[in-house]
């Protein structure tokens, strides 16, 4: 376990999007992962609020999403994403680190099941919410 948790925070850290997006892993093991994306002026979406696009917090919620798989305890390997549902609550409020947070809460032999939710520092009221299914690889 303590291998493949390792392996899911150099791959995650050495994603050409994660380096760019500026993410950084928080923690990840037994099938949970929690991955900051400080506020960037590079990834702003609306110019004239200073809010985030879309596009970065759903590239975030989609790597904290596959961390959490690829650390989970009954995976052996990789991951991939399968299907991701993002449902936006709100804007992120610009300058604030968003933070995504995953739980892989069930495997198959082939499938694993995973929410995880987007914050700012109003942690009482999410940005988004999230739930996906990605491939595990079969143990041999």
Known sequence: MADMTKFARQFIEAL????FLGMEMQEVGDGVATIDMPYKED????PVTGVIHGGAVSALMDTCCGAAVMCHPENSGGTATIDLRIDYMRAATPGQTIRAVATCYHMTRSVAFVRAVALDEDTEHPVATATGAFT???RK
């Open 16 to 19: 050409p999007h994660s380096v």
């Open 43 to 46: 990834l702003i979406g609306d």
């Open 136 to 138: 595990v690889e079969v």
